[in-house]
């Protein structure tokens, strides 16, 4: 993953995040220096399961996909968690 430029246009940070060979541009409310940390998280991520296919080529687009559905996974077993542990505490009062 390459970050080809940032810039700062009325409080929004746009980055331009280059991932699997296309340019995205990534418009946010955070700094430049984190949405380049996610398209690098990204990245890393998706040359994982690239790697992980063996001699099976994925597309692009089943890249993507799949690196969306670890994260999601990763994101819900992290929100039961929290929702868990919340509980914990609530009876713990």
């Known amino acids: ?3 080809r430029k940032k810039t700062n246009i009325v409080g929004l940070t746009r980055v331009t ?3 699997m060979g296309d340019d ?10 984190y949405i380049e940390e996610l398209g690098c998280f990204l990245a890393d991520r998706i040359r994982e399961i690239s790697d992980g296919a063996g001699d ?3 597309s692009k687009t089943q890249l993507a996909v799949l690196a ?4 999601v996974d ?3 077993k992290v929100i039961r968690e929290h929702e868990e542990l ?6 713990a009062k």
């Open 1 to 3: 993953m390459t970050m």
């Open 17 to 19: 995040l280059n991932l």
């Open 24 to 33: 995205y541009l990534v418009t946010g409310n955070e700094s430049a220096d």
């Open 56 to 58: 099976v080529k994925l």
């Open 68 to 71: 969306a559905l670890q994260l």
């Open 74 to 76: 990763d994101y819900q």
């Open 86 to 91: 919340l509980q914990l505490l609530r009876e």
